[in-house]
């Protein structure tokens, strides 16, 4: 019996068609039926106290990507930020993505954008949405939220251009089965909002209360790999806890190990053989016991 090397959806565009249906179905019947509460509370007036703010670069030079692509990114924002800007997170509530922004479609006013999937940078509608995915993820680290779905994506595609978070701490979304989700496992109240200058996306996580800690995400163990003519990226985020009232630190854990394939040739990089690159792919995907969550490569 032949065994199949890759994926059933990858042969054809009709088992691709179908299992996609068939997940989307299963992600609305798990919204619709579910015993898990959405948020889905919009309100202009925000909560008092600050938990933490972040800004993203909206138009990036990205190799020889179209630039119009990163225009048409702004209007894509502007529509999902649109349907979540003044959130309320109450206790016990969780987060969706997808439940919230929808279906990018050019009905809806969407636009062209880039896409990354397959292992390639692509043109598509509603690219450049994990922007904000990525927004809010960064925002959760921050805070004592619970995330508890997140995907990236397996590969490198750019060199860095003005990056200011770690690599790897990013979160893609492909409406609506690869998701972006979180929990309020907390007693405190949590609001998201958004909003645009003329370089930046904004985004600001409020409560209702003070909160006791602060969080502080670092890199380490970054490095750039080749083995046999292909090259790697490997990192490790690591999370502390700090007392606002002492500046002591209360905790100090991994959160995230990643290792990706790279498609441009790095400046530096280490050479590597097929053992110890078999090594660093086990230590990317093992469950160890200090890890926050789990990570799934797209």
């Known amino acids: 019996m032949r065994i199949l090397k890759r994926p059933l959806s990858s042969y054809n565009i009709v088992f691709y068609k179908i299992i996609v249906a068939l997940r989307c179905s299963a992600r609305c019947a798990k919204w619709i039926f579910g015993k898990e509460k959405f948020a889905k509370k919009l309100t202009d007036k925000k909560l008092p106290y600050r938990a933490y703010k972040h800004q993203s670069v909206l138009v990036r030079t990205l190799g020889d990507v179209n630039m119009q692509l990163q225009y048409n990114k702004i209007t894509n924002i502007k529509l999902a930020t649109e349907k979540m800007s003044g959130l309320i997170i109450n206790p016990g509530e969780s987060f969706s993505f997808c439940y919230l922004s929808g279906r990018p479609t050019k009905r809806k006013g969407y636009l062209d954008g880039m896409l990354l999937a397959d292992g390639e940078a692509k043109q598509g509608i ?19 939220l619970t995330v508890t779905e997140r995907h990236h994506h397996g590969f490198d595609p750019f060199p860095d251009s003005g990056r200011v978070v770690p690599f790897g701490s990013g979160a893609s ?75 002591n630190s209360l905790e100090l854990r991994c959160i995230q190990r990643n290792f990706s394939l790279v498609k441009y040739i790095p400046a530096e990089f280490r050479e590597i053989g097929e053992e110890e690159l078999e090594e660093f792919k086990k230590w990317s995907v093992e469950a160890e016991a200090d890890v926050l969550y789990t990570c799934f490569d797209d």
């Open 173 to 247: 979304i492909f409406y609506n089965y690869v998701d972006y989700q979180f929990r309020n496992d907390t007693d405190y109240i949590f609001q998201l909002s958004f909003w645009q200058d003329k370089k930046y996306l904004n985004g600001d996580l409020r409560a209702d209360t003070e909160l006791p800690h602060k969080f502080h995400v670092q890199e380490r163990e970054h490095e750039f790999l080749c083995c046999n003519g292909v090259y790697y990226r490997k990192n490790e985020l690591w999370r502390s806890k700090i007392d606002k009232s002492t500046g």
């Open 126 to 144: 509603g690219g450049g949405i994990c922007q904000v995915a990525n927004l809010i993820h960064w925002l959760c680290l921050h805070s004592p």
